[in-house]
Structure formats: C-alpha cells, structure tokens
C-alpha cells in the first residue's frame, strides 16, 4: 500500500526517468523455458519429440472430429455460430467455414511435425544414439494417425516440406497416396514393437494398419465417383489379415484412445464446444435432449437415450456409454478421448468381408462377439437383416471417430439435418483445403472462396 501511495505521489518526469532507465519496451530478459532449435540435435531430445508429436496429433483430432461429426448425424448444431449450422445442413465444401478454417493449420502442423520428428529420430537411429527405439515406433504410429486423419477428412491437401517455401496441392486424385504414406510408416513400426516385445504397441500398430487399409478402399469405392456405390461392402485381403493378426494381441475390448490433457487443443475443441459453448450436441437421432435445458442436454440418464437396439428394442446402452463419455457436460466435461483403433472395429471389419463373401456363420459370429463385450442379446441370423445390423454397430461402437459419414455416403443414407439441396445430400465429398491456406500460400485453390469442381 505504501508503494502505491508512493507511485501516485511520484512527479510525471520521476515516472518517466525511472521507465526511460529500464525500459518498457526492453526484449533483453532471460527465458529459462527457451530451447534452441540445435538442442533438438541431441539424441534425449526423443522422448520430448515424440510427445510433443502426440501433442499435436490430439489437438488435430480434437479440432477435426467436430466439423465431421456435425456433418454426419453423430452432432447437431444448437448454438448460435451459424457455420456449425452450415455443416449441419450438409454444406462440406465451403472453404470459408470458420470451424474447418480453424482445424485446418493443426492438421497441417500435425503433419508437418511428424515429418520432422520422423526425421529427427530416424538420424539418431542411424548414428545409434537413440537410447529407446519405441520413440521412434511411436513417432511413427502418431505420423500415421496423421495421415490417416487427412486423408478420411480432406478431400485434397498440401504436404509441404519447407515451412517458409508454398507448395502445391496434392490433387484429389492423389489423395489416396495418404494412406499408402500411413501404411508405410506402420511397417516401419511393427519390426520395433515386437522387438521390444511390446503387446499394446503392436495392437496400435496392427489396429492402425488394418484401418489404414480399409480406409483406402472405402476412399477408392467413395472417390472419385462421388456416388452411392452399388456394392458398399469392404472385402479387402491385406486389411483382413491385419485385423486377424491385431486380434491375436489384442485383449477383448482393447481400445486405442487419445485423451487431450488441456483445454488449449484448438479454437474449436469439439470437447468444450459441446460441453462449456454447447453449440453442438449429440444428433438428435441418438439422444432425447431435455426441454428444462433449453435441448442444450440428453435427459439424465438412459432416458437420455433415443437410439435403440435392434435386437433388444431397448435403448442402446453401446451409444449410452459412448454418450456418457463425450456428450453429457456432468461427466465428459471437455476434454474427451477419442478411440482411433480398437478390438471391436476389426471384429466389425472382418464381419464386413464375411458378410461380403456370404460366409453367414462367419457374418453372425464376430457381430455377436462384439455385441458379448456389452452382454447384449445376441443377434438371430436373421432381425434385423445382416446388413442392417453391420450399419447399427459400426454405427454405435465407432460413434465419434470419424467414420460414420463415409458410411452415410457408402450405404447410401442421409443424415437427419442434411438439406436436400446440400452437397452431402447429392455427393460424397469432404472438407477442401480451407481460406486460411489460400490467404497464405498462392499455389493453393484461388479465389479462397472457390469450392472444388466435383463437390460443387
């Protein structure tokens, strides 16, 4: 108090002497968190590489499922920021949606990153002073996770090597290169998981590869014919015998999650835009929003719950779980995980190739595996029919990790909120190479306004 009853009797030039010898506007102070690029050149460095790489991977994921999930069915817009409202309706294209805007440069960080990081470890490997080689099995699996993001939600992208040089778009028609990159990086990993013996390493691994795969031939069924495909099963040898082999380390139920740690993951954390903004919520094919909380909320509890279960009737208690975890502000709050492999989701992809190849026990037994780790009533054979009840439970045990669209799009469904005359009504496209890029980088689409020709 003395020293503020001081300040206010000081004389004008005696404030201004004492600012004029220390300088206000004075840069030449020591910051101890300070790291020089060139620390980075020393093998110890790994294991903060790589988890900053993980980093940044969650904070793609959490930025980029939102606008996903709003576009499908999973979420719906109930705020007031109309962009949520726009992808609601369908509107995928527009590179000047804000919440797209803002996820774009934390998926071409992300990427950039793992790139970088991939290097880095790689030369420490090479000069043999990597102290643990699963930095490196790691760095390559979030690379993966990155790639594999791009290429379920981007229409086209750029992969650029210099930050301070513009690079060109990969086009759409070489998108499908993006997983071919993921699948590489995964083979690269797996020789290093298993020779460090590490079960839940491999399970990422395998899970991750088996889905890279099976997302390269949903995007060869979707892309670029941009149309309900007159056969929507997967029934692909190599992504198959991934998802035996993740089977065979994997414990029953086993689950791949990345879980923000912080709220700072983005300007548009899908987690705090439900849960704190609740602009979004879960779609309202799921839950029964509560009237006392202006719809903002399910009801409590299972009356919550609005999709049933096919065989039972009875409200779903797999989208229960999910929607406890995610989209309840009570008990996910906002920072949710994200499940991006799993025990259930090879069960489901090899159900898929079976029911392809019309092997009916084969059908029948790994979708009632799956429906065992909820003891569920086990599926007939016969009601619902084997199709439906492979879109039900993809449908309920992959909810919110990006994979519900591409199945709308395959199995020729509309989402609730989708308008008639919406791109996703009439095509299957995705997200482009948003405004912030084009404003920075003329080798990008122009006008920033401009959308793609085949999603027009």
Known sequence: MRTLAFRRAMPLAMILGAISACSMFDTNVTNPNAIEENALGDA??????????????????????????????????????????????????????????????LASEARWLANYTIDRLEGFTKDGSLRNPTDLARTYLYAAITYITIGDNYDDFILGSDR?????????????????????????????????????????????????????????????????????????????????????????????????????????????EMNSRQEIRAGGDYINPDPARNNLQP????AGIKLKDPVTGQPDPVIAKAIDDCCRAASSTTLIPFTVTSWKEMQLMLAEAALASANDAEFKTRINAVRSVDALTPWDGSTPSARDILIHERRVNLFLQSRRLHDLYRFGQKAD?????????????????????RQSNPLAPQPTNLRSASCT
């Open 44 to 105: 110890a460095s790994a294991p903060t590489l790589a988890n900053g790489l993980n980093a940044a991977v969650t904070r793609m994921i959490t930025s980029i499922y939102g606008p996903y999930s709003v576009a499908s069915d999973e979420l719906t817009w109930v705020g007031s920021r109309e962009n949520w409202g726009l992808l609601d309706g369908g509107d995928v294209s527009d590179p000047l949606n804000e919440y797209n805007d803002a996820a774009y440069p």
């Open 417 to 437: 909120r989708w308008l008639p005359t919406s791109v996703a009504a009439r095509k299957a496209c995705f997200f482009p190479i948003t405004a912030i890029e």
């Open 299 to 302: 009801l409590l509890g299972i």
């Open 164 to 272: 301070t040089k513009p690079a060109a778009p990969l086009g759409e028609a070489n998108m499908l290169q993006v997983y071919d990159s993921a699948i590489v990086y995964l083979d690269r990993a797996l020789p290093i998981a298993k020779n460090a013996n590490s079960l839940d390493l491999q399970s990422q691994i395998l899970g991750l590869r088996a889905r890279a795969k099976f997302a390269k031939a949903v995007w060869k069924l979707l892309k670029p014919a941009r149309t309900t495909p007159a056969n929507p099963l997967i029934n692909d040898p190599t992504a198959n015998a991934d998802a035996v082999a993740a089977l065979a380390v994997m414990t029953t139920g086993y689950r791949y999650r990345l879980t923000p740690t912080t709220a700072n993951t983005g300007t548009n954390n899908i987690g705090s």
